[in-house]
């Protein structure tokens, strides 16, 4: 290490060692003598210890189906589900814990929107702007509601630098706009999306805002009032919590009007064999069993996130994607797309090797222990827009120390090596 490696190591405000101690999985031996170094969180994070306890602990002393019982187990089922909505509701600044809903995923959260906002409220000829950064689950959605309803879909571009082409965005956020559905983070690319400058532009027209978090909410503060947003879909795999469970927040009166997303038990207050009527909300959206233990040991990660302090985990990722930036440029034939500067991005570097498909760097990575995601990361447009069929991506979390960038960095070099391209 140099000595501004070890400068970097003491500016990362928080004492790694004892966060990774929390994530046993990261001394896994992947391969013989190589231990894992863990480089595909905007994907799915890992895990900590404190949030698999929770989620055990829910199934060996809590376990009861919620909002039905009157017996001791089922309404402590019930106080902790309800429980964990409050915590994540705090941790996004929602004004009241009801507006959080819980989902399977942030896709689910974009489809309950198209479907039950979507489907009630936009007419024929209505405008729906996306930007071309999105993840899939914010497009396809929008364009199915478009191809039944004849809703017209329109997109901002990106800019060869990965950012959105605001100009371009004052333009085609006009008075027919009904909603803007927009990515915090491009997770293709790691660019934050100037949310203050389109947010008011959506607004000026009247238009709603949705906000995709997937790739905000796990790595920096979000406050939802702050923001001026009036849906946020987020997803608990990312953030430390289950798989299988995430949240949609939108504002009370919205979720009011309405249309529930699925029909079935819970989600009602009476049934005739002619007729129903609808829960309050968020019951109103939850039809069915939901994932109680996700959502108890969802409310554990945001415990454990909320611990280190959201600024921290923003802090140390500017820190170590700062710090990758310079290591991977400095690797011969490594060219990274998307903005220049770490504080412009999230934890996440998209980039390709001369003369090697990004799915074979991926493949001679993990040979390290090094793992990364290959491909089009469900962002094919903005593949397009770089005309390139795919990248390789590294992207971090709180647990990521500047010598894992290093072994990626090595690791790259050995690629070049393997495939000739470099002596
Ligand atoms: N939106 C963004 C910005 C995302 O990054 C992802 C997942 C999603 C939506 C969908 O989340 P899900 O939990 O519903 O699947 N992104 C990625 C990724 O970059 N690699 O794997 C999944």
Sequence with gaps: MTQTDMDVQQRLPFDLDRIRRDFPILKREIHPGKTLVYLDNAATSQRPVQMIAEMTRFYRDHNANIHRGVHTLSIEATDLYEQARQRIARFINAPRAEEVIFTRNTTEGINLVAHSWGRKFLQEGDEVVITEVEHHSNIVPWQMLRDERGVVLKYIPMLPDGTLDLDYARQVIGPRTKLLAVTAVSNALGTITRLDELIPMARAQGALVLVDGAQSVPHMPVDVQALGCDFMAFTGHKMLG??????????????????????????????????????????????????VAGAVALGAAVDYLEALGMDAVRAHEVEITDYALRRLGDVPGVSIFGPPQAQDRGGVISFELEGVHPHDVGQVLDTHAVAIRTGHHCAQPVMAALSVPATARASFYIYNTTEEVDRLAVALEEVSRFFGVRA
């Design 242 to 291: 289950p798989t299988g469970i995430g949240g949609l927040w939108a504002r009370m009166e919205l979720l009011e009007a309405m249309d529930p997303f699925l029909g079935g038990g819970d989600m009602i207050l009476t049934v005739t064999m002619a007729q129903s009527t609808w829960a309050d909300v968020p019951a109103k959206f939850e039809a069915g069993t939901p994932n």
